[in-house]
């Protein structure tokens, strides 16, 4: 069965950074395209990151310079790396498989205020 | 980048109507549209995938059409756990972006 966990998340002042990791079980993370999306308080989904199993990545323009993601082969996982934090960052943030596959994580919540 | 508009942002209706949320891409973007279903505090679910690939273990009232720009989700008979947020996403891109959002709400 496909499991993602994603944890991390919390209370940030703005300028802040932030590591999230999202651990996935029945599947290879380097092996599948993995994306990172998320959701303000009452707010719409926003994309912010892709990485392809070819190592290829992608962010929104939004978070472009600030976000990082990556993935580890020894534990399965997929992180976003958050620097720089705003106030319009804070949300609940997703790891998610391809919409082929369709497997998401719970969410973390990242809040990030003075 | 590719724009997602999505319309309505607000439908209201009754159980057993027939409904339609469209999808419109700035630029074409092949089949590569994905629908999703949302419920409040919940993660989204994947409905249609592909544009018209319905996701394993999803009612079959539910199918995706078109290509190119234009995308249409419908739900041929709604059902009282179909009032949710509907989101249309682009993917297998440079920039994989959603939607704004339908609300559909009971009438």
């Known amino acids: 069965e496909v499991q993602l966990v994603e944890t991390g998340g919390g209370l940030i002042h703005p300028g802040g950074s932030l590591r999230l990791s999202c651990a996935a079980s029945?599947?290879?993370?380097?092996?599948?395209?993995m994306s990172w999306v998320r959701q303000a308080p009452g707010k719409g989904l926003e994309w912010v990151s892709v990485i392809y199993s070819g190592g290829r990545t992608y962010y929104a323009d939004s978070v472009k310079g600030r976000f990082s993601i990556s993935r580890d082969s020894s534990n399965n996982t997929l992180y976003l790396q958050m620097n720089s934090l705003r106030a319009e960052d804070t949300a609940v943030y997703y790891c998610?498989?391809?919409?082929?596959?369709?497997?998401w994580g719970q969410g973390t919540l990242v809040t990030v205020s003075s | 980048d590719i724009q997602m508009t999505q319309s309505p942002s607000t439908l209201s209706a009754s159980v057993g109507d027939r409904v339609t949320i469209t999808c419109r891409a700035s630029q074409t973007i092949g089949s590569w549209l994905a629908w999703y279903q949302q419920k409040p505090g919940k993660a989204p679910k994947v409905l249609i995938y592909k544009a018209s690939s319905l996701k394993s273990g999803v009612p079959l009232r539910f199918s995706g059409s078109g290509s190119g720009t234009e995308f249409t989700l419908t739900i041929s008979s709604l059902q009282p756990d179909d009032f949710a947020s509907y989101y249309c996403?682009?993917?297998?891109?440079?920039?994989?972006?959603f939607g704004q959002g339908t609300k559909l709400e009971i009438k």
């Open positions: 029945g599947f290879t993370v380097s092996n599948n395209y």
């Open positions: 996403q682009r993917y297998n891109g440079d920039s994989e972006t």
């Open positions: 998610a498989t391809s919409p082929n596959d369709g497997n």
